[in-house]
Nanobody
Framework: QERLVESGGGLVQPGGSLRLSCAAS????????MGWFRRAPGKASELVAA????????YYTDSVKGRFTIARDNALNTLYLEMNNLKPEDTALYSC?????????????????WGQGTQVTVTS
């Protein structure tokens, strides 16, 4: 059974940092691209970052470029999102998602399995 479990969210002040983790099980993690999505209250889900299965290419939405870093450890079946210089507009529920193949897509429907998410709140 496929499973994605996120952790690492929390309450942080503007300018602070958090590191999200996504533990994967039930499938061959190293064969699939992965993504981090976020959903803020009243807004549509947004692809924040994505990474190919072999870690050779990444994607970031413009608003997080230079602040967020996506990474994966295929030996540990874990996906990460390092978030620095957090802003109030980063407040959202962050979920990791499994793509349908080894190359990431920007289309949400290309991600076939999602975790439950971890809440990130940035406020002073």
């Amino acid at each position: 059974q496929e499973r994605l479990v996120e952790s690492g969210g929390g309450l942080v002040q503007p300018g602070g940092s958090l590191r999200l983790s996504c533990a994967a099980s039930g499938f061959n993690f190293n064969l699939y691209a992965m993504g981090w999505f976020r959903r803020a209250p009243g807004k549509a889900s947004e692809l924040v970052a994505a990474i190919n299965s072999d870690d050779d290419r990444t994607y970031y939405t413009d608003s997080v470029k230079g602040r967020f870093t996506i990474a994966r450890d295929n030996a540990l079946n874990t996906l990460y999102l390092e978030m620095n210089n957090l802003k109030p507009e980063d407040t959202a529920l962050y979920s990791c998602a499994k793509s349908q193949g080894p190359l990431f897509s920007l289309a949400p429907h290309s991600y076939g399995y999602w975790g439950q998410g971890t809440q990130v709140t940035v406020t002073s």
